[in-house]
């Protein structure tokens, strides 16, 4: 069975600045999806980006961008110039391409953003 | 606003009761899924429907059930609650079966047991 881990319950940064959200994933399987989902108090489950497996170039949306290194089973995400707005729970989620196609999530990582 | 509509918002009951959540997915989206997220658990796939039928079922409990009707809404129903039920649950759609386009989440509806 797959599962995600992000070791890091809770991580601070400063707004303007860069953090970096760690998540590892095991699997046997070769072709898949990778996600990071943000959770803000609204509780709303909101798709920030997402990466195949199969792509070697990293995926990236406005500020946010992610270091997929397939061979470690690593999948982190960076957040750039962060804002106040970024605030919330970052979930890293993992789906297969085949099979059985539901989505496993970590345990998520709490972002606190000062001013 | 991400075109998943979930009802109730929230829902406070006792033991043993017997509760229905409902889900609206974004229009021609074919596929609904419905997880729970507890604070003990975390996030955990409870069962998909595609099109009316159940495609995929993952650690939902014989006290759940659900059902996708002709017009594509979902209802998970839940019975014999306990106290340990409480949790925050997700109804997300696709427009396929295969989660290949992107999966919308509702807001989600709070389960209080108490």
């Known amino acids: 069975a797959q599962t995600v881990t992000q070791s890091q319950p809770e991580m601070s940064v400063q707004e303007a600045e860069t953090v970096t959200l760690s998540c590892t994933y095991d699997t046997s399987e070769s072709d898949y999806y990778l996600f990071w989902y943000k959770q803000p108090p609204s509780r709303q489950m909101i798709l920030v980006i997402r990466q195949e497996a199969y792509k070697q170039q990293n995926a990236t949306e406005n500020r946010f961008s992610v270091n997929f290194q397939k061979a470690a089973k690593s999948f982190s995400l960076k957040i750039s110039d962060s804002q106040l707005g970024d605030a919330a729970m970052y979930f890293c989620a993992y789906r297969s391409r085949t099979g059985f196609q539901k989505l496993v999530f970590g345990t998520g990582t709490r972002l606190l953003v000062s001013p | 606003d991400s075109g998943v509509t979930q009802t109730p918002k929230h829902l406070i009951t006792a033991t043993g009761q017997r509760v229905t959540l409902r889900c609206s997915p974004r229009?021609?989206?074919?596929?609904v899924y419905w997880y729970q997220q507890s604070l003990d658990q975390g996030l955990q796939f409870l069962i998909q429907y595609y099109n009316g039928e159940e495609r995929a079922k993952g650690n939902i409990l014989e006290r759940f059930s659900a059902q996708q009707f002709p017009d594509l809404h979902s209802e998970l129903n839940l019975s014999s609650l306990e106290l340990g039920d409480s949790a925050l649950y997700f109804c997300a759609s696709s427009a396929d079966g295969d989660m290949n386009t992107e999966a919308f989440f509702g807001q989600g509806t709070r389960l209080t047991v108490v």
């Open positions: 229009s021609g989206d074919l596929s």
